[in-house]
């Protein structure tokens, strides 16, 4: 897979699928994970969830753990 950068199609798609996820789950309000306010900054979406965001060497978001995290809501029409 080629790296994303910034400005990619497949960078907005992947930062829109995350960041729609974090608001329909609770994430400003319930999420209990290490580092939730580095979610949604303009640093990459690898290191918005990190430990609980794993990504490829090509910054591609491949594993995404938050058993027990607190979230609350449903799984977004956008993604599911």
């Known amino acids: 897979l080629e790296e994303l950068k910034n400005d990619d199609d ?6 829109f699928a995350l960041a729609v ?3 329909s789950t609770n994430g400003p309000t319930s999420w209990n994970v290490y580092n939730r306010d580095a ?3 303009s640093s ?3 290191s918005w969830g990190e430990p609980d965001v794993k990504c490829t060497n090509n910054n591609v978001v491949d594993w995404i753990y938050l058993w ?3 979230l609350s809501g449903t799984i977004p029409g956008e993604i599911g």
Do not use: K, M, N, S
């Not at 497949?10 to 930062?15: L, N």
């Open 44 to 46: 990459t979406e690898c």
């Open 10 to 15: 497949d960078r907005i798609v992947q930062r």
């Open 68 to 70: 027990g995290d607190g």
């Open 39 to 41: 979610w949604l900054l």
């Open 21 to 23: 996820f974090y608001y």
